[in-house]
């Protein structure tokens, strides 16, 4: 079955695979999708990950899932913000920051995917992916 929105996809094996206390969740690979996992990664919210590429563009991301005491997830909650219907941009101002700078924002600039707090930093607005917390 075609996906349309592949990020949303990437949100959602990753939320119901933490729903079912998965180990570790396969997903398709794309340059975006290991971006957005070396994020995660970066910040302590997944453990690791691997990317097995057999193509040129063909190829799967192994992601391994972070849980805390008593198998609670690290991650409590994903929400995609820009869709393909509708894209949301923001301005470096503009980025959100939520839970006391404790929530991720995961900005698509014309610098590659990163933090909403370093393209802050940085000066630079973007489109708004997704946040994590």
């Known amino acids: 079955m075609a996906v349309n929105d592949q990020i949303a996809d990437f949100l959602t094996r990753i939320r119901n695979s933490l729903k079912s206390q998965h180990r570790f969740v396969d997903i398709d690979w794309s340059k975006m999708k290991q971006n957005i996992a070396e994020i995660l990664k970066n910040h302590g919210l997944i453990e690791n990950f ?22 609670r997830p690290v991650i409590q909650g994903l929400k995609r913000i820009s869709k393909p219907g509708l894209r949301r941009y923001v301005g470096h101002e503009d980025i959100p920051k939520f839970f006391g700078n404790m929530g991720l924002s995961i900005v698509s600039t014309s610098q590659g995917v990163m933090p909403g707090k370093e393209a802050s930093q940085k000066g630079i607005g973007g489109e708004l992916l997704c946040l994590i917390w």
């Open 50 to 71: 691997l990317v097995k590429v057999d193509e040129k563009k063909r190829g799967t991301i192994r992601i391994f899932l972070k849980y805390s005491h008593g198998r």
